[in-house]
């Protein structure tokens, strides 16, 4: 499948100074940034400091879907070198998504309910959480199924006539049972197949905080622990959760920030 990354930055130390190749002049919400610093550099983004490999350099990090202000990166290469660079985030617009006919619990739940998620939301947030020394993410990421795009990052949802979260994955429509396929090598750190919202679910580390979600799942073909790699089946196509029909909900996040997976896997392939 064809894959690309959505940004790249570049960062390498030439007579003793740190310059910028292939910067992008502005990030888009939603992208991914993947860059490589001198080894040995430090790198800081808004005042917190970025996980650097330290043979590669490279670090990562996400554009927040409603993120406007620009970034600050910062390079130190020590003895008083160092490199600040502002980066300015372009602001899209979002469309606006109705779903009807889903069951009025999974719209509006009752307090019974609401435990349930706030339990579930924790053991998802931990995952997410993760911090790993892991570059499984360099060779980018694959659909990990070929489908017809019913829903898309960050539009606006209306659920059952009531306003609720943007959404901020891409939803996929499959018939049930088809395989769903690992984006990227990673880490199978949750594999639950009845959560409330996204029933069957699976997610990947991929290192550096950046993680991948597969929802709605009919079935679950692998265990938290296990490594797979980009293409391995690792379940099927379901509409378990709150769903209206069979459909992946494929998700990107570094950690707490979500992201395009539409802009980071590139175009959708056609179907052979």
Do not use: C
């Amino acid at each position: 499948m064809r894959t690309r990354l959505a940004a790249l930055v570049i960062l390498i130390v030439s007579y003793g100074v740190a310059r910028a190749l292939d910067l992008p002049e502005t990030l888009t919400q939603g992208a991914l940034v993947i860059g490589t610093a001198a080894p040995g550099a430090a790198v800081v983004l808004d005042g917190e400091p970025l996980r650097v490999d330290p043979a590669s350099g490279r670090f990562v990090f996400g554009v927040d879907r409603d993120r406007t202000e620009a970034f600050t990166l910062q390079i130190d290469l020590g003895e008083g070198r160092r490199e600040i660079r502002r980066l300015p985030v372009v602001m899209r617009d979002y469309d606006i998504e109705r779903i009807d006919g889903l069951p009025a619990r999974k719209v509006s739940p009752n307090a019974r309910d609401m435990e349930r998620i706030r339990r579930e939301g924790h053991l998802i947030s931990a995952v997410r959480a993760r911090d790993s020394e892991m570059l499984y993410f360099e060779n980018g990421f694959a659909w990990p199924i070929i489908g017809q795009i019913t829903g898309r990052y960050g539009n606006q949802r209306i659920l059952n006539g009531k306003p609720r979260r943007p959404h901020l994955g891409i939803d996929i429509a499959a018939p049930t049972g088809t395989p769903v396929l690992a984006s990227a090598r990673g880490v199978v750190t949750l594999a639950e197949d009845d959560l409330f919202f996204t029933g069957g679910t699976i997610v990947l580390d991929h290192g550096y905080g950046l993680t991948s979600i597969y929802s709605h799942l009919d079935s679950i073909d692998v265990d938290e622990g296990e490594m797979v790699v980009m293409g391995a089946p690792i379940g099927t196509v379901g509409s378990t959760g709150r769903s209206t029909g069979p459909h992946l909900d494929w998700r990107i996040n570094w950690f707490d920030v979500r992201l395009d997976p539409e802009l980071i896997a590139g175009p959708m392939p056609s179907a052979h």
